[in-house]
């Protein structure tokens, strides 16, 4: 009975009821590449969600299409239209303004008063000149006098030295005569020719002295005309600088930058105001200094105003650099708007070359972020666009001509890239 207990407790070993069952292969490759399928397409939704370039809006994009057309080698610049003549009023002399007779934009003509000012020392000085002037005129006055008075006992002496000889010559005469007679003797003679001798040369003496007094006293006469001359010249221009107190107009035009008070003070040299050609204008730019070796005189260009259009020519090219610029004149090529005013702006469109076939694009933002090194083009798709790099030559205000890297008929991101960073490809949200 107990060998029956120590086989009840034994535990049961299964093996009766273990049943072999065979495996289903075909079911579990199914199921394997059924597996392989759904990661596959997981894989896929996966990388279209999760996009690999820089994800930018098509709103925030500026794109353009590069086409195969004509590059127009000009640049549009702000010119300002001024007087093609101007007449510079500048103050000669310093004094008070007394009175202004004129305004500001006024048209005035040749001759017409301006301004008054007062100058006490410029008086003073003509009334200086206008004494100096009278004593001098006394003093030729008396000189000449006085050699008037000479010459005419000059001549009374000498009219009395040649009476005397005349009547000594005669008597010399008949004592030669009465000597060949034997009435006198020879001492006589002698002395009667000794006296005329004297007489002859003291005449010759007072001619000479005569004649060197008279040269003396011409010089002295010719010295103080000259002075006189002189003191006129002076006089003249003192009574001129007075009389240019009153100021007046040089030539016929408008007036202009003109803003003178009563009572203000002016001094040498001061800029007072113009006076402009108002039928005539030039128009002058500010040119970036970049197109400094391509801007000359004689260059081509137009402006439009009024829905014509006019011609205009570089004049003249000032290549002095201020702040990045430099300035340049253009003169109308023979009519010139109708309503132009000084100081009004007006665009110009200069030609730097001749017109010629090339790829183009219009000009954008990029060309200063990537120097004109690389830009972004756009997939077939429009979904991207993967940076490139292009060489670009001529740039114009509206154009710039594509040698190479970008093909006609491509489109562009021509807008902004600086908040693009480093990327090399976009992907291009709607």
Partial sequence: MAANDQLSRAPASGAAMDTIVPRRRGRGLALAAAGLVVLAAAGAGLRYLVPSGLQVLASDLRLAKAEQGVFRDEIVVRAKAEALESVILDSVESGRVEEVYAADGAMVKQGTPLFRISNPQRTLELLQRQSERAQQISNLSNLRVQ?????????????????????QRKTHARNAQLAQQGFISNVVLEESADSLKQKSRVLEEERRRNATETEVKGRAIAEME???KSLDSGLTLVTATVEALQVKAPTPGRLTDFHLQVGQTLKPDQHIGRIDDPSRFKLVAQIDEFYLNRVASGRRGSVRLQETTF????ARVFPQINEGRFRVELSFDGQQPDSISPGQSIDASLALGEASQAVVLPSGAFLNDSGGAWAFVLAPDGRSAARRPIQVGRTSKTQVEIKAGIKAGEQVVISSYANFGNADKLDIGR
């Fill in 147 to 167: 050699l008037e008075m000479s010459l005419t006992d000059h001549q009374r002496r000498l009219s009395d030295m040649e009476y005397a000889l005349e009547q």
């Fill in 226 to 228: 000259k002075a006189m």
């Fill in 311 to 314: 011609p205009v020519t570089v």
